[in-house]
């Protein structure tokens, strides 16, 4: 590893077809580090930076998001016979449309408003925080659902319940038997809990450099997915990397001319400190030109989608 470099941590599992130097097909989430790395790499990122308020910002969320965890740590995982329904069916085990949350994560939520010093925020910011407190249990239950379901209708406020939604899943996705988990025939949806990715980091280390990983935009959980192929049709004769000019190509986004779809791709060997979820959010600008160009992004960031900057 390069001097700075960070690993990426969390539980290998399984392995994908084609002999010993295939690339493990599913990395379980670390929970105790994954938002902290996030947070990290936003702050390193903000810096004269176009939008270096936003990231700050954001950076302060995924710092709320890492002392969250404890407050869902101590939730039981699914239990090892509902786990083995999923797969054998398979279907993944923290399937959204099939999982009863626990209430624990509202106090994820809380903590979440407690951590993120809103104080400092601008006044309407603010405003939305003191709106979710006042919320009853079931309210703020409906709104997670309409986050989970895309039917956002409260923007403001969704930012929060998604950041306590996805410190619930990651710790849950985490806790699962590793060694029970396959990859979906829908090899494009995460194996943990069917969601999308946000994006894809090209692996610079490990024993299969240049490993393709997509990271779930819900529970973190990383699964492989094959190079030079389209993540939302599967096709590869049309796809091409897109990126902007005169930057180090950290991120790119891989387009498809047959559905007009793109989706980010970090590129670790340009910089091993890349995060799927940062870099993410901090190449927005990406985002724009793409979108100007005519493809339209494969699925949404979830913070990337409701967030906008504060002030």
Same mark, same amino acid.
């Given at each position: 590893?390069?001097?700075?470099?960070?690993?990426?941590?969390?539980?290998?599992?399984?392995?994908?077809?084609?002999?010993?130097?295939?690339?493990?097909?599913?990395?379980?989430?670390?929970?105790?580090?994954?938002?902290?790395?996030?947070?990290?790499?936003?702050?390193?990122?903000?810096?004269?930076?176009?939008?270096?308020?936003? #990231?700050?910002?954001? +950076? %302060?969320?995924?710092?709320?998001?890492?002392? $969250?965890?404890? @407050?869902? /740590? &101590?939730?039981?995982?699914?239990?090892?016979?509902?786990?083995?329904?999923?797969?054998?069916?398979?279907?993944?085990?923290?399937?959204?449309?099939?999982?009863?949350?626990?209430?624990?994560?509202?106090?994820?939520?809380?903590?979440?408003?407690?951590?993120?010093?809103?104080?400092? #925020?601008?006044?309407? +910011? %603010?405003?939305?925080?003191?709106?979710?407190? $006042?919320?009853? @249990?079931? /309210? &703020?239950?409906?709104?997670?659902?309409?986050?989970?379901?895309?039917?956002?209708?409260?923007?403001?406020?969704?930012?929060?319940?998604?950041?306590?939604?996805?410190?619930?899943?990651?710790?849950?996705?985490?806790?699962?038997?590793?060694?029970?988990?396959?990859?979906?025939?829908?090899?494009?949806?995460?194996?943990?809990?069917?969601?999308?990715?946000?994006?894809?980091?090209? @692996?610079?280390?490990?024993?299969?450099?240049?490993?393709?990983?997509?990271?779930?935009?819900?529970?973190?959980?990383?699964?492989?997915?094959?190079?030079?192929?389209?993540?939302?049709?599967?096709?590869?004769?049309?796809?091409?990397?897109?990126?902007?000019?005169?930057?180090?190509?950290?991120?790119?986004?891989?387009?498809?001319?047959?559905?007009?779809?793109?989706?980010?791709?970090?590129?670790?060997?340009?910089?091993?400190?890349?995060?799927?979820?940062?870099?993410?959010?901090?190449?927005?600008?990406?985002?724009?030109?793409?979108?100007?160009?005519?493809?339209?992004?494969?699925?949404?960031?979830?913070?990337?989608?409701?967030?906008?900057?504060?002030?």
């Amino acid at each position: 590893m390069k001097q700075g470099g960070s690993p990426i941590t969390g539980k290998w599992h399984g392995t994908a077809t084609g002999g010993v130097t295939s690339p493990d097909a599913i990395i379980l989430p670390g929970s105790t580090t994954r938002f902290a790395a996030t947070a990290a790499r936003l702050a390193a990122l903000a810096p004269g930076h176009s939008m270096a308020d936003w #990231l700050s910002f954001m +950076a %302060r969320v995924a710092s709320a998001q890492q002392l $969250a965890v404890a @407050a869902v /740590s &101590i939730i039981e995982g699914p239990a090892p016979s509902a786990v083995d329904r999923a797969i054998d069916a398979g279907m993944p085990p923290l399937a959204v449309d099939g999982h009863r949350r626990d209430p624990a994560w509202r106090a994820a939520l809380s903590h979440i408003l407690d951590a993120i010093e809103v104080s400092t #925020l601008p006044p309407q +910011a %603010r405003d939305v925080t003191v709106r979710i407190r $006042a919320e009853g @249990a079931a /309210s &703020i239950e409906a709104l997670a659902d309409q986050f989970l379901h895309g039917e956002v209708e409260d923007v403001a406020a969704a930012l929060y319940i998604a950041s306590a939604v996805q410190v619930y899943f990651t710790a849950l996705a985490a806790k699962l038997p590793a060694d029970k988990l396959r990859l979906l025939s829908q090899r494009g949806l995460c194996p943990c809990c069917g969601s999308t990715p946000s994006a894809g980091l090209i @692996a610079a280390t490990g024993k299969t450099p240049g490993a393709r990983y997509l990271y779930c935009s819900l529970c973190s959980t990383a699964w492989n997915y094959v190079r030079a192929a389209c993540i939302t049709c599967g096709d590869a004769s049309t796809i091409a990397l897109q990126g902007i000019e005169g930057d180090v190509g950290v991120v790119k986004a891989e387009t498809c001319d047959k559905c007009r779809t793109y989706a980010k791709m970090i590129y670790q060997k340009q910089d091993m400190r890349g995060d799927p979820y940062a870099d993410d959010l901090a190449s927005f600008g990406l985002d724009i030109l793409v979108a100007e160009a005519g493809w339209s992004r494969h699925a949404p960031n979830p913070l990337l989608l409701v967030a906008r900057p504060t002030s």
